[in-house]
C-alpha cells in the first residue's frame, strides 16, 4: 500500500453504512455513481445509488473460458476478481454520434452534438483496471492530437479504487506489474478487510478531489493494526495470482512476427472479439456514415471495432490481413509489442479477461510462452 | 576509328560484359562485328535457330509477339547496353519473340556459333559468359512474371496470381 | 453548469466546392476544390492527405495532388475503385465535398537539397508524388539530377501524361516511362518500372528516392535501389492502408506499431525495414 503523501489525512475506517455516506456525498455533489453489481448472473458495472446494490457476498470463479458467479453468504463487498468488462465504456462509449449533418442546398451543415458530459465516480476499480483508464488517457489525450469527448469524461470522473485482497484464476496483474495494490490515479481507495461477515473498509485519499469527498466520511481514524491487516490481505491476494506473463513479451513478439504458433492458435480462435470486446485497454472503433431514409440528415458514429473482423483491415479489392492467424497476430503483438513503440507501455494490464471470455480457452500468458519456449536458450 | 576499335570500346563500356577480363573481351570480340538496323527493321523472327546475339550500342529494340488480327503485343523494350537475345546460349538455341528495332539502332552482333564453340573450348570462358548473362535471364523472367500480375489493373479484375 | 465537449477540426469535414472535374484516365479522375465559405488557403506538405467526404455516402482518404505553392486550388486525383469514390466520379463544378486534413507524413523534400532525387511511380501512385515534383521543380537549383520514373499498366493508363511530357522537354530533369503491355502503336517503353532504375543516370551515394504505387511495386522499387547503392535511409515510400478517423484513434491503418495515417502515409525505408517484408501486417 502507498504511504499517505504529507498533504493526504490518515487513512480512515468505515463500515457499510459509511460507504453510503460516500455514494450519497457523490450523488449530492452530481455524480453519477458506476459500481459492480449482480445483474444477470455476472458480476457487471452499473449505476448505482445504494450500498445495497453492490453485490454482498457474492465471489466469482474464473478460468480459461470459464465464468460462474457464487453467494459465498458474507458480507464483503469486494469479494471477486475483475468484472466481465471495465470501465473503457464510460469513458469510451460502444456508440457513439460524432455529428450530424443536414442537407443545404448542393451541401450540407455540421451540427455538433452539444449532449452534455456525463459525471461519473467510479467506485471499486481495480489497480489493473485504473492502470488501463491510465493507458487510455495516452491514447485519446497526447501530444498530437486529444479526443475532446474522451477527455472531458475522463477529466470530471472521480475514481475510487479497491485494493483487490482476492486474485481470479486467470489475473496476471503482478507480472505486469499493475496489481493487487491501487497505483496512481486514484481519489480515494478502499481496502476491504478483516471480520468476513462485517468488515471494515479502510479508505485513503489521494487526490485534492478525494480529499474533500473524504472529509465527510466519518468513520473513525485507522488504527496501525488495521493498516497492518489490511496490508496483509492485499498481500496475499499477491500470492494468489497463477498466471504470469513473460517479462520480455514485447521482445518475444517483435522478433517472432513469422512464427508457426500464429497459424496454431488460429486453429483454434474463432475470431469473436470477444478479447478485445472486454480488454480495458482495446480502443480501435469504427467510423461510419449513415443518413436517414429522405437524405435530409445524416451522421457521424463511432462504434467500437475489432482487428478480428476481416474488414477492419480492408483497402480497395481485399483486407491486408485475410488469415485469422494474421489477425490474431495483430492483437497479440499490439497489446504485448506495437503498443511501447505507440504509448510507451504495454497496452495489457494483466487483467486477464480476454483469457476467461475467450470461449475456447485461449491464453494470452500461454501463447506468449509458447514462442518464447519455441526460442531455446535459458528461461 | 575502326570496327575493332568501336567494339572493343563498346564492350569496356557495356554493363554486362565491361567486367570480362581482356583475353575474355578478346575472345568474345573475335565473334563480333558492327550493325546498323534502322527503324522498323527485324532483327530477328520468333522460332528462328538463334544464330546471333546483340548488345545495344545505340537505339532501342522491342520484343514482340504476334496474334493474328491483333497489332503486334510489345512484352519487353531494351536500349542502350541491354543484350538482344538469350536462345543463342540455351539448347535448343530457338528464338522466342520477334525482335524489332524501334528506332535507328546500331548493335555488335556475334555470331552465336563462334560464341558457342569458343565457350566450349574455354571453359573458364563459357563460365565467365553465363555468369554475366544468366542474371540477365532471371530478372528478365521475374519482369515478365511481374508484369503478368497486372499489379496496376483494378484490383478485383487483376489475374489469379494477385488474388 | 454542464460541460460540453467540442470536437477539433480534424474531426469535422469542412464544406468544399468541386470547381473543376477532370477525366485523367478510364477510372481516374481529378477534382479542384475550393472552399464553399470564405477564402481560406490550404497549406499542405507533398505527400499529406485529405479525408473527403460524400454527404451521405462516406469518406476516403485521398492523397494530395496539387501544387504546395498554389494553395488557392486543392487538388485530388481519385481512382474509382469503391463506392465512395464511385459516387465522386459522377461530381460536377458546383458540388459540395467535406474536407478534414492535412494529414499525415510527408516527402523529405527540404531534406533532399543537394542531393539527386530518384522519383518513382506506378499507376495512379504518380499522383501523391506530384506535389513533390512541383516543389523541386519550383526550386530546381537546389537539387542535383532530377530523375522521375512512371510505370503504367498500357499507354492508355498513363496518368498527367501531358505534364510528364512537360517536364521531360525540359533539360534540367529525366522523365522516363513504362508501361507493362503495348502494342506495335506505342514507341516507348515497355517492361517494369524497376527496369528504368538503371539507366537513371543518377549518384546512388548521394540519391534521395520517392517511390509510390502498388505496395508490390514499392517491394520491388526498394530491392532495386538497394541494389543499386542507395542508402536505405534515403528511400522513402508512400504506404496505403485503412484510414478512417486520420487522427490516430480508430485503429485501423495500423502496421506494425506505426499508424499510417499519423506517422505515415511517408515513411524513411529505415523506419519500416523490419516489417516491410512481413505478410498480412
Redesign the interface.
Known sequence: MKPAGSTDPLPAIIDKGGLQVLIDALIGGGFTVIAPRLTDGVIALDTITSVDHLPAGATDEQEAGYYRVHDGGGGRLFDYATTPQGWKRYLYPPEER??Q?K?E??????V?E????P?YAFLGVRACDLRAIGILDA??DHG??????Y??RRD?ALIIGVNCTRAGSTCFCTSMGTGPAVGTGADLVLTEFGDDAAPALLVEARSPAGRKVFARLGGRQAAAEDIEAADAAVAKAATMVTRHMATDAAAILKRN??HREWAKVAQRCLGCANCTLVCPTC?????E?T?DLT?AT?ARW?RW?S?FTSD???????S????G??RY??WM??KL??????FGSSGCVGCGRCITWCPVGIDITEQVRRIKDSEGGPH | MNVNDAIGRSLAGNPVFASLSEPHKELIAGCASLKVFQAGDIIYREGQPADQFYLIRHGRVGLETYVPGRAPIIVDTLREGDPVGWSWLIPPYRTHFDARALELTRVIEFDAACLRRKMEEDQAFGFAVYQRMTPIIASRLAAARRQMIDLYGRPNERGVAWR | MAVTATLPETMVPRPYLVDRVTADVSDTFTLVLKPQYGTEQFAFRPGQFNMLYLYGVGEVPISISGDPNDPQRLVHTVRALGTVTAAMQKLKRGSVVGVRGPFGSSWPIDQAEGADIVIIAGGVGLAPLRPAIYAILARRERYGRFVILYGARSPKDILFSRQLERWRSRLDTFVDVTVDRATGAWHGNVGVVTGLIGHGGFDADHTVAMICGPELMIRYGVLTLIDRGVRTNNIYVSMERNMKCAVGFCGHCQWGGNFVCRDGPVFSFDQIADIFQVREL
Open positions: 460524432l455529428w449533418a442537407r442546398g448542393a451541401g450540407f451543415a455540421i455538433e452539444r449532449a452534455p458530459v459525471r491514447v485519446f498530437r492530437s486529444a479526443e475532446p469527448r477527455v472531458a470530471q512476427l513469422e480502443f480501435c472503433g469504427s467510423v456514415d443518413t437524405g445524416a463511432r471495432d482487428c477492419f483491415s480492408y483497402i480497395h479489392g481485399g491486408i490481413r485475410r488469415s492467424a494474421s497476430r495483430q503483438t499490439h509489442s506495437h503498443w511501447w513503440q505507440q
